[in-house]
């Protein structure tokens, strides 16, 4: 609604119909407003919000494991919050239809051990050198933190979504550095069913090593493979 204020006629501000009035160093200028707004229905501004998605989707599941978002706390960029940071650095490695192999769920780190990993219909088997072969831990890192995305893609059904993400995660007291280690990530009653609903796959994994009293002190780059 337009507002009149000070002299006769008033300093118009505000709408009124299709027109929007300013008052500016005490001059009033009234323009159009446009009657409707047109989305760009280019090839590449299609993709581009395709891809915006996409990216917003992925950060939003790995902003669900407090883990990985302590460990992004760590490297947010100035003047941006955690998920804008994630959503920054993933951005640039996301296609248009669904996460790629170049996505991330840790930035940088040291290098996961990774002997092999296993994602079948009911869990994902991991196994892993040992640590100390990779880095160097202190006394304080006394317990692991084990945090995964799987987008399943390339649905059998084409009426299905074209990817769905789910986030695994698995705790570890006590853990030996030192050793060789295999570990059984469960999924659930829902993850198996989107599961059995996908041809293809996309396993992303990360460790974090923790303190007796929870607080994340290292953390390992993001190792991914494919099926």
Do not use: C
Not at 172 to 190: K, Q
Request: hydrophobic share 40%.
């Amino acid at each position: 609604m337009a507002r009149v204020s000070g002299s006769v006629l008033g300093n118009l501000s505000g709408k009124l119909g299709n027109l929007s009035a300013r008052t500016i160093e005490g001059k009033t200028i009234i323009s159009a407003r446009p009657s409707s707004f047109s989305v760009s229905q280019t090839p590449e501004s299609i993709s581009a919000r395709s891809k915006f998605a996409v990216t917003g989707k992925f950060a939003k599941i790995i902003m669900d494991l407090p883990d990985l978002v302590s460990i992004w706390s760590k490297v947010k960029l100035s003047g941006m919050s955690v998920f804008n940071t994630l959503f920054k650095k993933n951005y640039p490695f996301s296609s248009a239809d669904k996460p790629s192999a170049d996505n991330i769920i840790t930035p940088d780190g040291f290098n996961l051990p990774v002997q092999s990993t296993v994602l079948g219909a009911d869990d994902l088997t991991v196994e892993l050198d040992a640590f100390n072969t990779v880095s160097v831990f202190s006394a304080d890192e006394v317990n692991l933190s084990i945090n995964g995305l799987v987008v399943y893609h390339n649905p059998t059904d084409p009426e299905d979504d074209p990817y769905k993400i789910i986030k695994l995660s698995k705790a570890e007291t006590g853990f030996d550095f030192t050793s060789v280690y295999t570990g059984i990530i469960s999924l659930d009653v829902v993850q198996k069913a989107i599961a059995a609903k996908y041809q293809n796959s996309i396993l992303y994994l990360a460790v974090a090593t923790k303190s007796s009293a929870g607080k994340v002190v290292q953390y390992s780059a993001t190792y991914t493979s494919q099926s």
